[in-house]
Structure formats: structure tokens, C-alpha cells
């Protein structure tokens, strides 16, 4: 007889409590926490006070953090851990906080509601209460630039995995549809100094783009396009991008956006569409299937999908040939040969 192994109730007490770490490091990203820190270690009292909280939360907030790794303490003195000290710095250009902000200022509040949104089908953020998220996001400036860089920390991985596993030297010209603030165009331009190109996306992202594109030293080959991807043509370039955008739209639109893509595209040009992609059994992937729920909190009729999925609607549009490859931290890209 098999042993039976005995049953455990630990890991549903600490999946189903997670919030509570999630809480406590969205909280020190507000709070700048690790940008404190990144200027030279403080005492307890030195760092509540540069943080403004309140005595009675400081030692249990501070060693929480120690506990979740993100801080290091040598007896009243914390500094920062070495990932958080790298990543959660606001001063340091590999910040990638910025989308664990929006995810404290807007996700955060709104999966409270997830299970009205699986009754109704319904998105509960902005558009609950009648408002456009994109149109919400647009209209103040500061969300624009926070949502724009969030994006760049969101999709930095795959941005660096797609500069490198692509193969950039069968092509000259790319343009990225929807490229919030320019990430994936600066990565693969910087790696890659035979190639031109841009992106595209609603005109209020203009002055974003343009600034990171400038700020990384890449405006000679890199332009912005304004452009609505539901009333215009795609731009014509040698590879077209869509990266985290076919997730937003249901799928007539998705068939929609693939095809605007192919049209655009000469004969051996690429379509390289990246998302959290699903696997194909649709039983591993977590971050895929829980950004597909994500999909249901913001959108009216976005989910995330399989590459067995993406590839059958690029072979139905026209696409001869098609793979997936895996780029990092669940994120995989689906590559379309015309
Ligand atoms: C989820 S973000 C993805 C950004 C970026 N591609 C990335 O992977 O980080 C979706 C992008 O689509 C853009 N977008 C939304 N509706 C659009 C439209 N109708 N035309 C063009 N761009 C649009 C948004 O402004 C936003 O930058």
C-alpha cells in the first residue's frame, strides 16, 4: 500500500492571506521606503520619521518587510535588500516600482470587488461608474505618466528578452502599436543599431514617449506616431509589435488588431504579439490566468488567451507560418510570419 501523504491546510491559510504581504510591500513602495534607504541606512525612528507613519506601526511594518526580504536589519539599522535596493529605488533608472504603484492606487481597491466581477461579467475599475479607463488615465497628466511607467516596468523582461531572442538582423524597420511610453522600441533600438523605427499610440502619449526616447539617447532613430488603432491603418514596417494589448479586446477586436497588422506588413515581415500568455492545458501558467481575471476587472470584454490560441487566429487571417517562444516571468510571444 502507498503512503498516504498527510493533509495540510498551511498552503491555503498562506494563499488565501497573501494580501497581507502584497499590502505591506505596495504600501512601503508608496511610502518610499527603499528610496529612503537607497541614500544610506537609518535607525528605526530616523526612518519612520522621513516616511511620516505613526510610532505604534513602524518596528512591526520595518521588520515585516525584513521577514518578506526586502529589507535587511543590523540591530536598529535597516537598509535595503539587494533585488529592493536595485528595483525599488525611484532614483535609479532600473525602478520598476512604477507598476507596483498603479497596483496599490487602482488594482488593489478594484480586485476587492473581483467577485462581483465574476457574477456580473462586469469591470469594476473607472468604468463601473461610467468612466473610460483609457479616457480617465489620459485626462491627468501625473496617472498618464504613472500608467505609461508602469508599463515599462511591466513589460521590461520581455522587452530585453525580445531585443535578444528575436532575430533583429533579418529585418530593418519595426514599429510597436500601443507603446505607452516607448519601452519596447528603446530596448530593442539600443541593442540593435541597424534597425529604425518608433511606436504608435493616443495622442496624449506624445510627450512621454518622445521624453524616454530622449532621455535614452535614441531620437535619431526612434519616432512617435499618433495613432487610434480602431479608425486608423497600421503603420508599414518590416516587424509590427503588439505587446500587451490583444489581452484588452474581445475577440472579434483582437481578429481585428491581428489583421490591421497583416495588412500593413510586406511579404516575410513579422507580427510579434507578446502577453502573459496561457499555456496550452491552461493548468500552469498562474500570472497568465490571474492577468486574464485582471482582464475582467478592467476591461468590458479583454482575457488573456493560449499561444495554441493566438497562433490558430494569425493562421486564420493569413499568416504562413507562426511560433511561440518563451521571454520571462510567465510572459511568452507569439511570432507571426507573413
Ligand atoms: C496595456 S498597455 C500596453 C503598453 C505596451 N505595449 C507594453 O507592453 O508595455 C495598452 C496600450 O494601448 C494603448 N491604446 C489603447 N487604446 C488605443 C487605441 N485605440 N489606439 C492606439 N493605442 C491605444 C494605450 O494607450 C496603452 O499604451
Known amino acids: 500500500m502507498s503512503a498516504v501523504e498527510p493533509l495540510d491546510s498551511e498552503r ?97 481597491g478594484f480586485w476587492g470587488n473581483l467577485t462581483e466581477g465574476l457574477r456580473t461579467g462586469q469591470p469594476q475599475n473607472e468604468a463601473k461608474v461610467g468612466e473610460d479607463l483609457f479616457g480617465v488615465l489620459y485626462s491627468d497628466p501625473a496617472r498618464l505618466r504613472e500608467f505609461a511607467q508602469a508599463m515599462t516596468a511591466i513589460s521590461m523582461g520581455s522587452a530585453l528578452a525580445i531585443a535578444e531572442k528575436f532575430p533583429w538582423q533579418r529585418y530593418k524597420t519595426f514599429m510597436d502599436i ?70 484588452d479586446w474581445d475577440l472579434t477586436e483582437k481578429k481585428m488588431l491581428i489583421n490591421k497588422a497583416y495588412e500593413a506588413l510586406p511579404d516575410d515581415g513579422a507580427l510579434i504579439v507578446y502577453d502573459a500568455i496561457v499555456d496550452d492545458e491552461r493548468r500552469e501558467n498562474v500570472y497568465g490566468l490571474t492577468m486574464s481575471l485582471n482582464m475582467l476587472i478592467e476591461t468590458p470584454g479583454g482575457f488573456d ?20 517562444e518563451p521571454l520571462t516571468g510567465g510572459e511568452s510571444m507569439v511570432v507571426g510570419i507573413k
Not at 518578506?68 to 535597516?78: F, H
Not at 499610440?201 to 531620437?219: F, I, Q, W
Not at 488567451?305 to 511561440?324: K, N, P
Open 12 to 108: 491555503i491559510l498562506e494563499l488565501g492571506l497573501a494580501f497581507w504581504s502584497s499590502k505591506t510591500l505596495l504600501s512601503a513602495v508608496e511610502l518610499g521606503v527603499f528610496t529612503e534607504l537607497a541614500n544610506g541606512p537609518l535607525t528605526t525612528g530616523e526612518l519612520r520619521q522621513r516616511i511620516g507613519i505613526h510610532e505604534r506601526a513602524a518596528r512591526d511594518f520595518f521588520d515585516t518587510l525584513v521577514a518578506l526580504r526586502m529589507l535587511e536589519r543590523d540591530g536598529d539599522v535597516y537598509s535595503n535588500a539587494a533585488e529592493a535596493d536595485a528595483f525599488l529605488d525611484k532614483a535609479k533608472p532600473s525602478y520598476t516600482g512604477g507598476l507596483l504603484e498603479m497596483a496599490n492606487s487602482r488594482l488593489y
Open 305 to 324: 488567451y493560449t499561444g495554441a490560441d493566438c497562433r490558430a487566429w494569425m493562421a486564420e487571417i493569413g499568416f504562413s507560418d507562426s511560433y511561440v
Open 178 to 247: 500601443g507603446t505607452a511610453q516607448g519601452n519596447i522600441p528603446v530596448q530593442v533600438a539600443g541593442k540593435h543599431p541597424h534597425v529604425t523605427g518608433g511606436g504608435t499610440d493616443l495622442p496624449p502619449l506624445e510627450p512621454v514617449v518622445t521624453e524616454y526616447v530622449a532621455a535614452n539617447g535614441l531620437s535619431d532613430r526612434l519616432r512617435f506616431q499618433a495613432h487610434d488603432f480602431f479608425t486608423d491603418p497600421f503603420p508599414n514596417a518590416d516587424v509590427l509589435i503588439m505587446g500587451h494589448i490583444l489581452h
